[in-house]
């Protein structure tokens, strides 16, 4: 069984930065794209960004420039480092990863539990 355990979510005020982090456990063999989402209230999940095995990494126009995705494929984990945050920053951030189960043998999508961001003065 795969799962993934979420960290780094708090209280900033606006300009301020935190750094998510998400660690993928259990069963896991190889782990493909690795992506971080977020859902505010009363709006729909929306993708945030993506790293490729190979470290390219894509942002939703949003946030390009403010916030950098990485891996550390020996660790299982991706970050999300979030400099000069918004207060529209306010959300539960996900990440999600797409990769293969050692026990099961089957290639999915895996979601973490969420971490709450609040950005307020």
């Known amino acids: 069984q795969v799962q993934l355990v979420e960290s780094g979510g708090g209280l900033v005020q606006p300009g301020g930065s935190l750094r998510l982090s998400c660690a993928a456990a259990g069963s896991i063999a190889n782990i493909y794209d690795m992506s971080w989402y977020r859902q505010s209230p009363g709006k729909e999940r929306e993708w945030v960004a993506s790293?490729?095995?190979?470290?390219?990494?894509f942002y939703t126009d949003s946030v390009q420039g403010r916030f950098t995705i990485s891996r550390d494929n020996a660790r299982d984990t991706v970050y999300l480092q979030m400099d000069s945050l918004q207060p529209e920053d306010t959300a539960v951030y996900y990440c999600k990863i797409y990769g293969r189960d050692s026990y099961s043998r089957k290639t999915q999508y895996y979601w973490g539990q969420g971490t709450q961001v609040t950005v307020s003065s």
């Open positions: 790293v490729s095995t190979s470290g390219t990494s």
